[in-house]
């Protein structure tokens, strides 16, 4: 009897087995990518995991929609998002879609270590048009960046803008596809992994 059972809970250890490795693969590709390179598109609309809200949150209105697109506006320089990672990155592309009539430039920033200056702004280059929309994208060197508590943080800019009826309108800011590129996984990757706190 002890035999036939052990033969019908064989497969499901075996599943239970491939199951647990499984997920632990998953969680391991999530924060560090087995290829080196991690891929992100939000809208800012959840606020959660790897990227964050765009804050000060008195500088940015609720989602909104447009054109066949959500955004948050923009109404007040500078405002600024997080981007965790368990592990650091080398290097970070940054595309956006946005509507900015203003007729102020939008740049992005990526804050810098303490001593220097706060940000490097960076103007969108390859841009092209989509509609009322704007596509365009910045690089970035994270070797030169803050990278503190286990995030890099980064700014969109437009001088001059702000809530006064004389102030230059709104910038809507609608979706951003980050590229994080590292060097391939490599086991030690694996401490990182269990001695920093996971993002939320």
Known sequence: MKEKMSRLTLPWRIFLV???????????????????????????QAGKGIVSHLYPVARVRDMAFADGRSYRPMIEDPVYFDVRTVVPYKRMRIGLMYNNKTGIPLK???KLPDGGPDFELRVLENETSEGEWTRGSASFDLSDASYYNSKYTFAFSVPGLRTE???AGEVRLSRITLTLEREPFEWNDIASLWKQKLPK
Request: glycine letters at 10%; one cysteine or more; hydrophobic letters at 45%.
């Open 108 to 110: 992005i920033g990526m």
């Open 165 to 167: 009826n004389t102030g």
């Open 18 to 44: 491939i199951a647990v490795s499984a997920l632990c693969a998953y969680v391991v590709n999530y924060h560090i990518p087995f290829t080196g390179v991690k891929t992100i598109e939000t809208n800012f």
